[in-house]
């Protein structure tokens, strides 16, 4: 995964009122922190940053250079978001160095088709791995291809781009082959029957209260 480069203002202002200010003049308030340092309140872009996110997901890695000039790699630990105005409420940075390894969750994607008359339940959407921090991978992919009913998928099937190493048990499930439910032709037929039965007994006692009244 590539870098992003991105510019931040360190925040003077903290608290809801200060959040709130922030957010109205465009900006995401963040909180960058990690190895030992004091944590700095800082001010992100929000279009710059929500764009980058959009483009490589939760785990973006971030070069933000900072007003007071300093510079530094980081990468998103925990992100608030609004879902009813679709905005970013805060962020909170962790601080990264090239060639350290640290462990974080990564997306998996299931790829292919398993048999016909299949359904497929996926029992974890993200797996943790230990790899570098600048070359993270956007997400995982195993195949399910082919795969009958009661078959599973463990991480161990997962495909691991090199130097990216598991952090969980290999065993873990993270996807079963479940034979898909068959309705027959009668019962299709039968539960079209009852429904129009009672939507028939619904006429009717519509139309009695009706003379009733």
Known sequence: MSEVTIKAETRTEFGKGGARRTRRAGNVPAVLYGHGTDPKHIALPAREF?????????????SIEISDGSQTLA???????DPVRDSYEHVDLLIVRRGEKITIDIPVHLTGEAARDTLINQEHTTLSIVADATRLPEFLEVSVA??????????????????????????????????????????????????????AEGGEAAAAEGEEA
């Open 50 to 62: 929500a764009a980058a996110i959009r483009h490589g997901g939760a785990n973006q890695l971030f």
């Open 75 to 81: 990468l998103p630990k925990a992100i608030q978001r």
């Open 146 to 199: 082919g795969l009958e009913p009661g078959s599973h998928v463990t991480a161990a099937d997962v495909n691991l781009p090199d130097g990216v190493e598991l952090a969980v048990d290999p065993e873990l499930i993270v996807a079963i082959v479940n034979a898909a439910p068959i309705i027959s032709l009668e019962e299709e037929v039968e539960g079209e029957e009852a429904e129009g039965e009672e939507a």
